[in-house]
């Protein structure tokens, strides 16, 4: 099913063609899968060249990231917060199971619309053949707190710091905050919903470890930061169509 649903995206979603930073977003993506309890899956990581911060997972081990988080996060441990995430909710089949919600909706078409804000564009909604059908099931508050503390897990067992995934989310909140709920931030948090409860939850995670052990952990590495020289240098993400 997710490849299947895989295949639609990568025909309907601007992908970043760039084998320097495929590669890496697969080596970090790979590192922290691999360790968890699916580490049987066929994981595949992906980037969306778009400017909209948002990050999705499919069945089977499909990891999306759009250009917006590359482009925000400091640091490696930020970008595996993210990552490690998503990979929990592939971990936990939440995404097959909003796929059973659907009840037969385009989910390719629905993700589409959701990770770009694609469908506000009314030129892109007729070459897409969407219009106002499109039908996106967010994942439940529950369903966020269980990723953020298996995705928390996921980044200590792959030897990376987690403190990356509270000072994104700070980052991205203080964002959204400025622009008014305006800017490119707010499709991820129409996507993941109770943000401030959720950043809460990881500093208490974060407290109950040590300065020592969280020490031991890899906040970043060199191959993080070429991968961002690479990012700047390339052409601007497509701008999203305003909300």
Not at 112 to 137: D, E, K, P, Y
Not at 149 to 166: E, K, S, T, W
Request: glycine share 8%; charged share 15%.
């Amino acid at each position: 099913m997710g490849q299947q649903e895989a295949q639609q995206i990568a025909t309907q979603l601007p992908m970043l063609q760039d084998a320097q930073i495929n590669d890496y977003v697969n080596q970090l993506g790979n590192r922290i899968a691999k360790l968890t309890s699916r580490s049987d899956l066929d994981w595949h990581f992906a980037v969306v060249n778009t400017d909209v911060v948002n990050a999705f997972a499919l069945p089977g081990g499909y990891v999306y990231v759009n250009r917006g988080i590359l482009e925000r996060a400091s640091n490696m441990s930020e970008l595996a917060g993210v990552m490690g995430h998503e990979i929990e909710h592939v971990v936990l089949r939440h995404s097959v199971k909003q796929m059973e919600q659907q009840q037969g909706a385009n989910v390719g078409l629905s993700i589409a619309c959701a990770l770009t804000n694609v469908c506000n564009s009314q030129i892109t909604q007729a070459a897409v053949n969407v219009g106002a059908t499109a039908v996106f099931a967010k994942f439940s508050r529950q369903d966020e707190v269980q990723a953020d503390d298996g995705g928390f897990q996921n980044v200590v067992r792959a030897g990376i710091n987690p403190r990356g995934m509270l000072t994104f989310f700070q980052k991205l909140l203080a964002e959204e905050q400025s622009s008014g709920g305006s800017g490119n931030t707010a499709s991820w948090f129409a996507d993941h919903p109770g943000t401030q409860d959720r950043i809460a939850d990881i500093q208490r995670m974060l407290n109950s470890m040590s300065a020592a052990q969280l020490a031991k952990l890899q906040t970043d590495e060199s191959a993080f930061q070429s991968m961002k020289r690479r990012l700047a240098q390339l052409p601007a993400a497509p701008k999203a169509p305003a909300q």
